[in-house]
């Protein structure tokens, strides 16, 4: 069931969200205030490490496949080089230097304005549907196209359609080819369904995808290929396994990071003039976490500390750890439900979802936290379109000085 | 038409996050100067951003570090600025997104530049 009072939901008075909402200010100003050599090294380390194996892994990939003996093993050990390249690549470098996280370095590569990451979405396009859309309407039914990214029900909320029968297969096609299923979201599927995008705009978002695309499938399946000489056919297949493996590592974490039980839902009126402290509790409440060492959650760009990153998106990686020792006491201290689990369970719940879902609802149960019979708002939520509202569909926000709907407090 | 507007965009003359108010003035769009600031995109031109990133604000606005017009490259800044004689540009490399708590009158976001050139 969705939520649209985060404060009542909760049962946190008003001077309790903001009293939470302070406290989180005060982690952010420290760990901003020490940022500083110690953060810069470990960016530029996990780079070299990543651009190591990469060249490690594409070395292998030409010198290895020429003699019977190295073959099998070479490819093995090319592919799984490439692979984790590409994962670090994509999970802890790629997604977080686009979310500005080192921006503050000044560095000419490591910006949020110049990275280019190796995998066929577009940056550009990226930056759009993930860090506005995503971490903008985090969770807010109708508005984050990353509830289903427009081919999966993953709401009971969300209208069930004779076509969701498919979405285990879907699923499955999502998973083995999750760089292109990424490539197109920005596309927004369910507003091209409807005859609502702008002809325009899709063209030119388009033409960046094909551009980027043909150069990804250039790059790995043309031209590293025929640097292998005779032997093309093993690299292809070492290249294509490395994509596989970066698809299915990406599609898991990125599943663990809102779909498992306890991350919520929300409904639009949520959103409607919400403060910064109201934003942080629906971040917490949106996200789930799941456990592991730091080898893992390296791997999973730090994912793992998914609250922590939607509360702070733009904090450098490598103190979400920290940070979520902090944030798992606030949580405690505020009696705020923090989702937290091994990676297999929090994946196993979310394709629980998936399979259920793709019945009506009528044929399966909730696996959400109960709700309290005295909410106020413990009533199902009437459906909603899975597809994201345009700016003119959504009410207008008041940008003039001092303007608010809500009851304004006494200074 | 650019990321769904349905006029055009000109950096100078109709720029992405503003829109003219009842009184003929430009507004800002807060939308707009949210997505602006999440997706990196320059608040005039509406392209991504670039090295260094620049704010056009007031005398206050600068003394204060914060401001409301969302990031812009240096170029649609200082083009920006020529329009509006109380504008200076700032430029930085990093900037915060602050949302506005309960308690602030403005209901407006600021922009803190954090890593100033």
């Given at each position: 069931m969705a939520i649209s009072d985060v404060a009542e939901y909760m049962h946190l008075t008003d001077e309790q969200v903001e009293e939470l909402g302070r406290e989180l200010d005060k982690i952010r100003e420290e760990v901003e205030a020490s940022r500083g050599a110690d953060d810069a090294a470990y960016i530029n380390k996990m780079i070299k490490v990543q651009r190591g194996l990469a060249t490690a892994g594409r070395l292998t990939l030409m010198l290895t496949p020429h003699s019977r003996k190295t073959r099998i093993p070479g490819a093995v050990a090319g592919a799984a080089l490439l692979g984790v390249a590409k994962i670090l690549e994509n999970m802890e470098i790629g997604h977080n230097v686009m979310h500005g996280q080192w921006d503050w370095m000044?560095?000419?590569e490591i910006h949020s304005s110049?990275?280019?990451?190796?995998t066929a979405q577009p940056a550009e396009q990226w930056k759009h549907s993930h860090n506005y859309i995503h971490h903008q309407f985090t969770n807010v039914l109708g508005y984050d196209n990353d509830i289903g990214y427009g081919i999966l029900r993953m709401a009971r909320e969300q209208k069930w359609n004779p076509a969701n029968l498919g979405q285990p297969v879907y699923n499955a096609l999502l998973a083995t080819l999750f760089q292109w299923g990424v490539a197109l979201?920005?596309?927004?599927?369910?507003?091209?369904?409807?005859?609502?995008?702008d002809p325009q705009e899709m063209k030119r978002q388009l033409r960046q995808i094909l551009r980027k695309g043909r150069n990804q499938i250039l790059k790995d399946y043309i031209v590293y290929p025929a640097l292998s000489g005779p032997q093309w056919r093993t690299t292809i297949t070492a290249n294509a396994t490395a994509n596989l493996t970066r698809n299915l590592w990406a599609y898991t974490i990125i599943f663990c990071g809102h779909f498992p039980d306890g991350a919520m839902h929300f409904t639009e009126e949520e959103i409607e003039d919400e403060t910064r402290a109201e934003w942080y509790l629906r971040q917490i409440l949106g996200a789930a976490n799941f456990e592991g060492g730091p080898l893992l959650h390296i791997l999973s760009g730090n994912l793992g500390f998914q609250i922590e990153h939607h509360l702070f998106p733009d904090l450098p990686s490598n103190r979400y750890a920290d940070i979520s020792v902090r944030v798992k006491e606030l949580c405690a201290q505020y009696d705020i439900p923090y989702t937290i689990g091994p990676l297999h369970k929090q994946y196993g719940q979310a394709l629980r979802t998936i399979m259920k879902l793709s019945l009506?609802?009528?044929f399966t149960t909730s696996n959400k936290p109960p709700q309290p019979p005295t909410r106020p708002d413990s009533v199902e939520a009437p459906p909603v379109d899975k597809g994201r509202k345009s700016d003119a569909e959504r009410p207008p926000r008041r940008s003039e000085l001092g303007g608010w709907s809500r009851q304004q407090r006494a200074s | 038409m650019l990321r769904g507007l349905s006029r055009a965009v000109d950096p100078v003359s109709a720029p992405f996050a503003w829109e003219a108010g009842a009184d003929g003035r430009r507004e800002l769009v807060g939308a707009r100067v949210t997505q602006c600031a999440l997706s990196r995109i320059c608040g005039a031109c509406a392209e991504s951003?670039?090295?260094?990133?620049?704010?056009?604000?007031?005398?206050?606005?600068?003394?204060?570090?914060?401001?409301?017009?969302?990031?812009?490259?240096?170029s649609c800044a200082e083009g920006l600025a020529e329009t509006e004689p109380s504008w200076r540009v700032v430029r930085t490399a990093a900037f915060e997104f602050v949302r506005p708590t309960k308690d602030d009158l403005d209901r407006r976001p600021t922009f803190q530049p954090s890593a100033l050139i």
């Open positions: 000044n560095d000419p110049n990275w280019e990451w190796d979201h920005d596309l927004d599927v369910e507003r091209i369904r409807k005859r609502e995008k009506p609802n009528r | 951003l670039g090295r260094p990133i620049a704010f056009v604000g007031d005398d206050l606005e600068v003394a204060r570090n914060a401001f409301h017009a969302p990031p812009l490259h240096e």
